[in-house]
């Protein structure tokens, strides 16, 4: 079964330094991977996606992501944290062959100032 | 340009009754989603509808029915609301051309306690 995991809970990182959220993956086929963001009360926001290519993604906000495919994982990087980046980060992978998205269980991101 | 809205935004309900939520979404995406949130277990999809006049069940679809009857809108229903469906419901679209590469576009939430 496909399936897409986030192992941290939460990440704390100090504002200025550089950060990583870990996602992992598991499909059957080519990956369509995704990364949204959550503010408080919000909706979820689309920050980037890989499809093909090159295996690092720019997306908004300053955020990157990085494809692995030897090690499934399709990690959010950013090189320089903002207090504002503070929020709630999900994974997502389309279902194989189908029309749904499979969400990880999200990752708490906490900027310190 | 609005994109996706839901309403209502807050609703209480006692257990037992029913209600709708509505999703309504401005840019003519041919699918659209219903999914639940609750915490440590990120979104599960509900429902989803790849079309007017179509639905499907997805991951937790026990308690809950929908309908497609416009493109614009997808109506969630609570037949008999029960505690464990206190949650906070989401809906997305997404366009049906550029097929599996395309994101999805999300409403803020109904938040919904069932006592």
């Known amino acids: 079964a496909q399936s897409v995991a986030q192992p941290e809970d939460q990440v704390n990182v100090a504002e200025g330094n550089p950060l990583t959220v870990k996602c992992t993956y598991s499909v059957s086929g080519n990956p369509y991977l995704f990364w949204y963001v959550q503010y408080p009360n919000r909706g979820l926001q689309f920050l980037l996606k890989?499809?093909?290519?090159?295996?690092l993604v720019k997306g908004s906000y300053g955020f990157e992501a990085e494809f692995n495919k030897s090690q499934t994982s399709f990690h959010l990087k950013k090189p320089s944290a903002l207090v504002s980046d503070s929020a709630l980060y999900f994974c997502?992978?389309?279902?194989?062959?189908?029309?749904?998205?499979?969400f990880g269980t999200g990752t708490r991101l906490k900027v310190l100032a | 340009n609005a994109g996706v809205t839901q309403t209502p935004k807050f609703r209480v309900l006692k257990t037992g009754q029913s209600m709708t939520l509505l999703c309504a979404q401005d840019m003519n995406h041919e699918y659209m989603y219903w999914y639940r949130q609750d915490p440590g277990m990120g979104l599960r999809l509900i429902h989803y509808?790849?079309?007017?006049?179509?639905?499907a069940k997805g991951e937790v679809p026990d308690g809950y029915n929908v309908s497609r009857l416009k493109k614009q809108n997808f109506l969630l229903g609570l037949e008999s609301a029960a505690p464990s469906q206190t949650s906070v419901y989401f809906c997305?679209?997404?366009?049906?051309?550029?097929?599996?590469?395309?994101?999805?576009?999300f409403g803020d939430g109904t938040r919904l306690s069932i006592l």
């Open positions: 997502a992978v389309r279902d194989t062959g189908t029309y749904k998205y499979i």
């Open positions: 509808s790849v079309g007017e006049g179509t639905t």
């Open positions: 997305a679209s997404s366009p049906g051309t550029g097929g599996f590469n395309q994101p999805q576009h």
């Open positions: 890989y499809i093909t290519g090159d295996n």
